[in-house]
Each structure stands twice: as C-alpha cells, then as structure tokens.
C-alpha cells in the first residue's frame, strides 16, 4: 500500500487497492508467501507436506520443467502443478539464497510501481538479478536435482501397474477398493470426464454409476454396498450446504440418498449391512461420529467427543465391535479405536505433526498413507496397541488409498503420476521391518531456513473463553470500503459514480450509485 498502489487505494477505496496490487504482484507470490510463513511458524505447514509437492515432484522427476506462462496460468490438458506450490517454492528459493529481506525489497517496489512495465519483475530482477521467469527455471532446477538425487538412493518396491501406463488424456483412479470376487472398483474422472464408479477386472474396464458432486472425494466398499457423499445447495440461503449419503448396491444395481439436508462425510458400512458410521459436522463447530441405521438413516448412537477432536474417516473393524478412526487435536493425528461393549476408546498411535490420509483396516492392522519419509507411502500399525509402525511401500512420488485384500496378502494403493492417479498392486511381505520415524526437522529435509524468532507458534497461542451472543442489527458493523466512477452496463454514454458498503458478517451489501446518460 504505497506509491501508485496507495494513490488508486485513496481515489477507489479496497476495489483500486486490490485492483492496483492484482496489475503488479502476481497471485502466485502473495499465496507462495502465505504457505511459506504458515510453514515457517508451525510444524505442520503445507511447504512440510509431501502431498502439497506432489504434481512438481512427478513433473520434475520426469524431466518436465514447463515454461513460466504455462506455469503461472495452469493447463486444460497437462497436470500444471497450482499456484500454492509454485509460489512457494519461488519465495522459499528467493529467502533462502537472496536473504530473507529480499522478498519485502521486491513486494515494496512493485506495490510503489518503480518500474511501469512488469514492475514485479523488474524489481525483481533489481534485487535478485534474475527476471520472474529465470527466477522460476532457477528454483525448479534447485528442487530437481534434490528430488533427483534422492530418487537414486530410494529403494523402490516392486508393485504391478493394473490401469493403462500413457493415457493420452490425463487420467486419475482413486480409492481402489478389492471387490468379493477380486475384481477392483476405484473412482475415475479425466479432463474430459466428471467422475464415475468404474470395476476393473482382467485389464477391462466397466462403469457403474456416475458420482456427483462433493466437498470431498470419497469411497467406500463392504462386501456389495458403496457409500459416498454428495452435494447439497440449499434453495435459499447459498451459503448453506450439505453433504448427503449416497449408497449403491451392487447385486440390485440400485443407487439412494440416505439422508437429506445433512452434514456427513466419510460413511462406512458394517459389515453385516445393517449400520452405517460417519462423521457429522455440526452448524456450531462441533463434530461426531454417528452410528446410522442403513435403511432409514437415522441415528441411532453418537459417539462421545469431549475435547471436540476433529474426527476423520471412521471404519468398522471386521467384527463390527471396534470403530477405527483418526483424531486431529492441536494440529496433531493419531489413530484411535472404538470399544463398542465397553463405549471406550483406546489411543493406538502416538500423536503426530505428519499428514496421515486414507486408510483401509484388516483382521489385525491398520494400512494408511503418511508422510514420515518425507514422500507419501503406506505404513501398517497394529490394531492392539503396540504402536509399532512398519513401512510397506517406497515409491517416488506418492501411493495413496490404500486397500487390503480378503486374504491379506496384496495391497491395491493409487500412485500419482504426470498423467494421474494410476492403480497400482503390491505383494506384502510377511515380515515386514519396523519403521524409525526419520527427524525430517533436524536433517532440513524441506530445506526450511528460520530465523531466531521463527519457531511452531501454536502450542504458545493463549486459550481464551469469549462469551456468545446473538447478531443483532441489520447494518450492525456495517462499513464503507470502495467508491468511485462507474459506467453503465447497457450504454457507453452513461457516466456517474458509486459507494459501495458491507457488513461484518457478509450477509449485507450495498452498492449505491448516480448515473447520468450524456444523451438526454
């Protein structure tokens, strides 16, 4: 907010101020920067998360660097990784080789408008030498010849490709799940297909059903029943929404919305058919695992949730006595499970700052994604509580939706490619080695520099009880933000100006303007 930014701030208000900062500071940069001091201060940022890497980490290993204006502006037919990933890794670039006042140097040139043509490069090139663009190839050939030297020293497990290897459309298969008979069902979409419900058998393909939209992409499978959530837009209110449970049987080849004008996600079936468990996100932030009859939808137990634990993916174990789920507390997960005779719940994993996605639970283990290496593989953890953790796959970029077999024998997971998710199906071994969980921290794996006063601030952030009333007041909190000329939309000789107002809470708006047709 300063220079020519500042001056279109005080003739236009918030609209000329952002206006005028859109023209000069790329969106990558303000996003890039906003992962990196997330990551700077906590444990658990997106710039430690092999997951937010993972369409770089594919192209890159695979020797695909794209130009910088396919990279800042994406693709409708190549994976272009966002520009979350690729501002980070720009800003991190810029403050770990150019000094951490480097980045301030750049934005306070371009936000003044120092230099008239492309002023954040130009200012860019000013303090670091280098322009946007050579900036980019500089910081993405840094990453490759890390992520490339530690390619050549991982020792990859040998896994069986089931989907096609080359698509010439990009492609992703996600949440495989083993059928009764061996056969697989996964979710599949394209880019120039919306997601569908597909069974592979012997190298063909057969759909299903087709999949609708949803706040997350899941899928479940218990012996011949699949359960989903979709989207639900409220008629009036268009900030209210709700994810429904949608079943499929595939002996009936039928497909019903469970429930109406709810908040799940995650269901599961048990495993006679009769219940269902999901998590149910409550309008005051409260959340809950619910026990629901499968034919009626109704609930017919909540879990307790005391310390209101962000609660993900709950499973049945294969006697229907257990419930297996993952808890987020402080920014930390662990594994929990469910007695249903004694209503207790057992902790079975240590709490951890690593990302843990999907998983799939056999007799004894539990088969989940995480991010302990510092790429994302399938680990086990024992159902009784000893805490022991074993690796099972290594791959290059990541393996995700892992899914046990019947016999336990073989592990079906989906591994990210340049050209998508692609099924893959792995052997596992009896006697698979424990896992030490590596100090990514202290070895710098992220290669995150800090300072002395840049440090995980969120365990030090005080708890404080703020007393809750009710909203009151049409205008209460309203404010003037943005003001100027404006101009018809129907006619070029119509000129006049125009205020515009909001409210705290955003549900009240006004834009107050004067127009005058030069014509009359």
């Known amino acids: 907010n300063r220079g020519l930014t500042k001056f279109f701030h005080i003739i236009a208000g918030q609209d000329g101020w952002a206006g005028s900062m859109g023209f000069s500071i790329p969106s990558w940069y303000l996003e890039g920067d906003a992962v990196l001091i997330e990551t700077l201060l906590s444990e658990n940022g997106r710039g430690r998360n092999p997951y937010f890497f993972k369409e770089q980490r594919a192209l890159l290993l695979n020797d695909e660097t794209y130009l910088y204006h396919k990279a800042q502006n994406g693709s409708y037919k190549d994976i ?48 670091t030498g280098l322009s946007t663009a050579k900036m980019y190839k500089k910081s993405a050939f840094e990453l490759q010849k890390k992520w490339k030297e530690e390619a050549t020293n991982l020792e990859v497990t040998q896994s069986k490709l089931i989907t096609k290897e080359h698509p010439k459309t990009v492609t ?67 900030n209210k929404n ?15 919305q469970l429930t109406t004008k709810s908040r799940y996600y995650s269901p599961n079936y048990s495993f006679d058919g009769e219940k269902m468990i999901a998590v149910r996100y409550k309008e005051n932030i409260k959340y809950s695992i619910d026990i629901i009859d499968s034919k009626t939808g109704k609930i017919i137990e909540s879990l307790p949730n005391p310390t209101n634990d962000f609660l993900i993916t709950p499973k049945w174990t294969k006697n229907d006595k257990s419930i297996i789920f993952l808890a987020k507390r402080n920014s930390k997960l662990a594994f929990f499970k469910y007695n249903l005779s004694n209503k207790k719940p057992q902790q079975i994993s240590d709490w951890t700052a690593n990302t843990i996605g999907q998983f799939s639970v056999s007799n004894h283990s539990i088969y989940f994604t995480a991010s302990f290496s510092g790429i994302d593989n399938t680990y086990s953890i024992d159902l009784d509580g000893n805490r022991n953790i074993k690796q099972i796959s290594s791959v290059i970029v990541g393996a995700y939706f892992p899914s046990i077999s019947k016999n336990e024998d073989k592990l079906i997971f989906s591994e990210f490619t340049t050209k998508g998710y692609k099924i893959h199906e792995q052997e596992i071994k009896e006697n698979s080695t424990l896992y030490s969980n590596s100090n990514l921290d202290k070895s710098n794996y992220y290669n995150i520099k800090t300072t002395n006063i840049e440090h995980a601030i969120l365990d030090s952030v005080p708890t404080n009880d703020y007393k809750t009333s009710d909203y009151k007041g049409f205008l209460k909190g309203t404010k003037l933000h943005s003001w100027g ?10 000129y006049g100006a125009n205020v515009q107002f909001q409210n705290i809470l955003n549900d009240f708006t006004a834009d107050i303007g004067v127009l005058h047709n030069l014509n009359e």
Do not use: C
């Open 172 to 238: 992703h298969y996600t949440f495989p799940q083993y059928l009764i008979d061996g056969s697989i069902i996964a979710i599949k979409r394209s880019f120039k297909e919306t997601p569908y419900l597909v069974t592979i058998k012997n190298g063909m393909e057969e759909k299903v059903t087709t999949v609708g939209i949803a706040a997350e992409e899941y899928l479940s499978v218990t012996n011949d029943k699949i359960t989903w959530t979709e989207h639900q837009k409220d008629l009036r209110h268009s």
């Open 485 to 494: 000329l404006s101009t018809s939309t129907t006619s070029t000789s119509t």
């Open 80 to 127: 272009v990784p966002n520009i979350y990933p690729l501002g980070f890794m720009i800003n991190n670039h810029i403050r770990n080789n150019y000094g951490i006042e480097t980045g301030r140097k750049i934005l306070e040139d371009a936000g003044r408008y120092k230099y008239v043509l492309y002023p954040f490069s130009s200012a860019m090139k000013k303090h």
């Open 242 to 256: 709700y994810s429904n449970i949608i079943t499929y049987d595939l002996v009936k080849n039928t497909k019903n």
